[in-house]
Nanobody, 121 residues
Framework: QVQLAESGGGLVQPGGSLRLSCAAS????????MGWYRQAPGKQRELVAT??????IRYADSVKGRFTISRDNANTVYLQMNNLKPEDTAVYYC????????????????WGQGTQVTVSS
């Protein structure tokens, strides 16, 4: 019933830009937090940025000044990625904490399928 649909990944050169999108759809009562995580081969998953409702936006130190997270009224979260570096290469996952319609007191975490971002010359 609930899906997170991601798009925008691809291959870019160092210094280039890319914008990721993630749309949440289905029987959703409320979304409390949306964000982006990434995982490089052989490394742990890490939080990139989060934009909770009514709270401060947070970024990983490695992306501050280069990435910008935003959210619109259609339950969509974006990640604008500028001045990309080879070390940004990873699978990027959309994340949302939400409650479902009819079960408003139960919060659950949902994940997108992931989108590949490759930064290479």
């Amino acid at each position: 019933q609930v899906q997170l649909a991601e798009s925008g990944g691809g291959l870019v050169q160092p210094g280039g830009s890319l914008r990721l999108s993630c749309a949440a759809s289905g029987s959703i009562f409320a979304i409390y937090d949306m964000g982006w995580y990434r995982q490089a081969p052989g490394k742990q998953r890490e939080l990139v940025a989060t934009i909770p409702n009514g709270d401060s936006i947070r970024y990983a130190d490695s992306v501050k000044g280069r990435f910008t997270i935003s959210r619109d009224n259609a339950n969509t979260v974006y990640l604008q990625m500028n001045n990309l570096k080879p070390e940004d290469t990873a699978v990027y996952y959309c994340n949302a904490e939400l409650s479902r319609l009819g079960l408003p007191r139960i919060k659950s975490t949902y994940w997108g399928q992931g989108t590949q971002v490759t930064v290479s010359s």
